[in-house]
């Protein structure tokens, strides 16, 4: 199983981007997914995940009303879209899968990670 992340860029403060996150062997709708991030030397952190259970969405405090998660189930597509970008969302961003259901957050398949740099 992979996964394939797309998007990552250097963009200023206040911009946007959209990452997507496409998977190769298997069907996202029946996982749970989200995305991380991780900057050197700090360990890797939750941004934002959808429960495969219930499409419940967990994000974390620091991009709650600028970041969504989502994913279309057409495409087979999992996307973060990220708005008003700070400095401080500068890391390298991993899109994960699950295959247990119950969980709010992956930690089980992971992409190989894509760069976002917010420049101030």
């Known amino acids: 199983l992979q996964l394939v992340e797309s998007g990552g860029d250097l963009v200023h403060s206040g911009g946007s981007l959209r990452l997507s996150c496409a998977p190769s062997g298997f069907t996202l709708a029946y996982y749970t997914i989200g995305w991380f991030r991780q900057v050197p030397g700090k360990e890797r952190e939750r941004v934002a995940c959808?429960?495969?259970?219930?499409?419940?969405?967990y994000y974390a405090d620091s991009v709650k009303g600028r970041f969504t998660v989502s994913r279309d189930n057409a495409k087979n597509t999992l996307y973060l879209e990220m708005n008003s970008l700070k400095p401080d969302d500068t890391a390298v961003y991993y899109c994960?899968?699950?295959?247990?259901?119950?969980?709010?957050?992956?930690?089980?398949?992971w992409g190989q990670g894509t760069q976002v740099t917010v420049s101030s």
């Open positions: 994960g899968a699950d295959g247990d259901w119950e969980r709010a957050c992956p930690n089980q398949y």
């Open positions: 959808i429960s495969g259970e219930d499409d419940s969405t």
